[in-house]
């Protein structure tokens, strides 16, 4: 198949992109604005269903190194450590094939970028894309060249998306803070989220030796959504034990600070030759860790229907047509999850661990095949 794509972004959805023009024998470019777009960032978990599509983009053994401290036991929690809820994650093994990891974001790239053989990556900050007759346009500070097609995939603060789809990120009322614990200071097979009063911890194992942990507190706890972690650092000395290991365990200047958004769902998934993945398309507030698989399911799909059809503005309709309505209820679940999480109120936050307690062993399994989507590639 001869074409050449244009994909704007080198994070987890543009190299999951170009895995799948790698499939096709497509040949791409990738753009990105940072220097070092392989760097930064905490970790990622790796659901079943992000395994599953990168599998089928052509990365499936990342068992044997990247991926290979398998999540067997995990749940959520008070924050005095009584517990709510224990993940299904042998059924989740027996259902998809496999159990979920966590990896640094730093790693994972470098794995993605290595399969695709280690391509130039220009530094170029993409402005618009244009779409023409027979292709599209692509201008920046590069300049202006011209591609059979693009994937924008340039994150939620995409310039090239905001050209042919003017819209804002949606602020939430909490931040949030990540980190990297490093020595043995968890079970290193665990993931566990503690749900306070307005506060959340929840940490998951990457190896034995680092844990990768996050920390949720709702702007009115912290006098303004700008507060440093000293300040919210104090809200979690009652937690259980493994919190405030994992807190002890990581330099505060390593810790990372970030302001939870997310896109209003809506976004068009395609317009013309242009295809939108990853944050570009759908945005969503990282209380359910699915940001990352969604990007890899994206490319997925998209590799399954221009193997099928051909690289033409009748093969993004269907894609944009399969994806719609899974990214919508994603958005929708995450960002309403994250406000039933971050309740303050101490009387309506004991009703809701008590609900939760009660319906989740029951309703559990239906919301997890919801969140996991299909077996197969539709």
Not at 157 to 165: L, N
Not at 208 to 219: D, E, K, R, S
Not at 276 to 301: C, K, Q, R, V, Y
Request: glycine share 10%.
């Amino acid at each position: 198949m001869t074409a050449r794509v244009a994909i704007i972004g080198a994070g987890i959805a543009g190299f999951a992109a170009g895995l799948a023009c790698r499939q096709l024998d497509i040949e791409f470019q990738l753009f990105d604005a940072a220097a070092d777009p392989l760097a930064g960032g905490a970790a990622i978990t790796l659901w079943p269903n992000a395994l599953r599509a990168l599998s089928e983009l052509g990365i499936g053994d990342l068992g044997s190194g990247v991926a290979a401290n398998a999540i067997t036991q995990g749940g959520i929690a008070t924050d005095w450590g009584a517990v709510l809820y224990q993940l299904p994650l042998d059924w989740m093994r027996k259902q998809y094939g496999c159990f979920p990891v966590c990896v640094r974001r730093d790693v994972l790239l470098l794995a993605m970028y290595e399969a695709l053989s280690r391509p130039k990556i220009a530094h170029a900050r993409v402005q618009t894309v244009l779409e023409q007759t027979d292709g599209v346009m692509v201008e920046g500070s590069h300049g202006r060249f011209a591609y059979d097609a693009a994937v924008i995939a340039d994150g939620i603060h995409s310039q090239a998306r905001h050209h042919i789809h003017p819209v804002q990120p949606r602020p939430t009322r909490y931040t949030a803070w990540r980190g990297m614990a490093q020595g043995p200071v968890v079970d290193p097979a665990t993931m566990w989220e503690y749900w306070g009063e307005g506060v959340r911890f929840g940490y998951a194992s990457i190896s034995p030796h680092a844990t990768y942990w996050f920390a949720t507190v709702n702007h009115r706890l912290l006098g303004g959504q700008d507060a440093s972690w000293d300040v919210a650092r104090r809200l979690f000395a009652g937690f259980p034990a493994p919190v405030r290991a994992c807190i002890a365990a990581t330099p505060d200047a390593d810790v990372l600070r970030h302001r939870v958004q997310d896109l209003p769902p809506g976004c068009p998934m395609a317009q013309g030759r242009m295809v939108l993945m990853g944050d570009a398309a759908h945005a969503i507030t990282p209380n359910l860790g699915f940001g990352g698989a969604l990007a890899m399911e994206d490319a997925a799909t998209w590799l399954y229907v221009v193997r099928n059809v051909g690289i033409s503005p009748a093969a993004f309709r269907i894609y944009a047509a399969q994806r719609r309505r899974r990214v919508r209820e994603m958005a929708y679940a995450t960002r309403q999850f994250g406000d039933v999480m971050q309740w303050q109120n101490k009387g309506i936050a004991h009703m809701r661990n008590t609900v939760f307690r009660i319906a989740a062993p029951i309703a559990g399994r239906l919301l997890w095949r919801r969140l996991l989507g299909s077996t197969g590639r539709p």
